[in-house]
DNA sequence: TCCGAACGGTCTCCAATATAGACCAGGTCT
DNA sequence: AGACCTGGTCTATATTGGAGACCGTTCGGA
């Protein structure tokens, strides 16, 4: 199957389908010419793998898990002001999806006002612990890779 | 200045101005109450290095970056073949802004059909080395997260 | 001789997604 | 009494991404 039927096949595997499809996947290992005796590739399109490392490394995804790991268990409200700028719709819709995945646990407090606290699981602090060096080095780098930046602008601006 | 003030002046600050933002802040350390003397702090909205992680951590720019580090210097068809669902319209997008930012070199062989070849540069060499990881935790933890989801499922259906 | 495929994109249309802000009930504080 | 807080949901609108057509040149196969 190329890249191209398999992107065509994609297309055709809805959302309400897809995650049907993952879960066939994973037990069955079918994805296609990619992935073969239950080796995963998150490089080939239809492999669940791929479905999940889509989901995981969505921006505010990321950044929630980092934040949980370095500031602790925290409620909702807190991490909408550490994580700047997350809309509230993303921030539910990302902590509903990391919960849904078995990296997050959700506990609420039948208080009022309502409390409700997101706290890392162990999958979430295994993956905490890969996306926290990348966040360090995006802050070193930052400097030479507008440097970077400034100089293709000047150089293609001039062409 | 408090989150929502940041939120707010970063929807000021449109796409036109945040790269003057963005390279002025890198030079005076100035990202609002969150970046302090020179440090760069991912989780401030304002700060260049939120708009870097930003930019990076595209899930397009991280397949395609892993794709250079486990494949060696490739083709845009190549590339294209290789990451499995991508568009044309976004893989021509992510090499750009990945040229751009000094992550990766493209170099054209004035042929026909054109062959252009692309290549990690050792920023890009830095950043891919990290992503691997994250690649290989999602593929080895597929089958746990699909579990968990099922089970999530199951249970809140019920409810 | 003609047609299809390949290359590396660009462009346009439209579907899908994300942002911004209003809204909700109940409690607390000024 | 009014403002603010909590943790969201909902809606209108702006933004983004996917799909496919299109471009010129060359090469290979029918």
Redesign the pocket.
């Known amino acids: 199957m190329t890249t191209q039927e398999q992107?065509?096949a994609?297309?055709e595997a809805a959302?309400g389908v897809a995650q049907e499809a993952m879960e066939a996947a994973v037990t069955d290992g079918a994805c296609g010419d990619a992935c073969v005796e239950q080796a995963l590739d998150i490089f080939a399109q239809l492999c669940p793998s791929r479905a999940m490392f889509a989901e995981l490394v969505d921006k505010w995804s990321m950044l929630i898990l980092m934040s949980l790991a370095a500031c602790g268990p925290q409620?909702?409200?807190e991490l909408q002001r550490g994580v700047g700028g997350v809309?509230?719709?993303?921030l539910?819709q990302s902590l509903r999806t990391l919960e849904r995945d078995g990296l997050v646990r959700r506990t609420v407090y039948p208080e009022?006002?309502?409390?409700?606290v997101y706290e890392l699981l162990p999958l979430g602090g295994e993956l905490a612990a890969l996306l926290e060096p990348i966040g360090r080095w995006t802050e070193r780098r930052t400097g030479q890779m507008v440097a970077a930046r400034d100089e293709f602008d000047r150089v293609h601006d001039e062409a």
């Open positions: 992107t065509r994609g297309s959302q409620r909702f409200s809309s509230r719709k993303m539910t009022t006002p309502p409390r409700v």
